[in-house]
């Protein structure tokens, strides 16, 4: 069974630093990353890492958040400085594994980030 298990959300000032964790376990993933879902607005990619260790990321985040992934313990991370209050979300982790045929998509329970100002 294919589980992803998040942790490091919480409430910080302005300005500071968190870190999220994502530990996936029952498969072997393509690509993880993360996404985030403010109160009335749609689930949005934050960023996510290919196996191969390639990243991409939302324009909202360069330069201020950092994905890293460490393959070995099929964990994803998620550096994120100089917080705004616009960040303020419920982070979900993701992750896929493809196979020939399919792509098998797979969502965390989510973390709660809040930013206060």
């Known amino acids: 069974q294919v589980q992803l298990v998040e942790s490091g959300g919480g409430l910080v000032q302005a300005g500071g630093s968190l870190r999220l964790s994502c530990a996936g376990s029952g498969s072997i993933f393509s690509i993880m990353g993360w996404y985030r879902q403010a109160p009335g607005k749609q689930r949005e990619l934050v960023a996510d890492?290919?196996?191969?260790?390639?990243?991409n990321y939302a324009d909202s985040v360069k330069g201020r958040f950092t994905i890293s992934r460490d393959n070995t313990k099929n964990t994803v991370y998620l550096q994120m400085n100089s917080l705004k209050p616009e960040d303020t979300a419920v982070y979900y982790c993701?992750?896929?594994?493809?196979?020939?045929?399919?792509?098998?998509?797979?969502w965390g329970q989510g973390t709660q980030v809040t930013v206060s100002s």
């Open positions: 993701y992750a896929d594994r493809t196979t020939t045929w399919n792509k098998y998509a797979y």
């Open positions: 890492i290919t196996s191969g260790g390639t990243a």
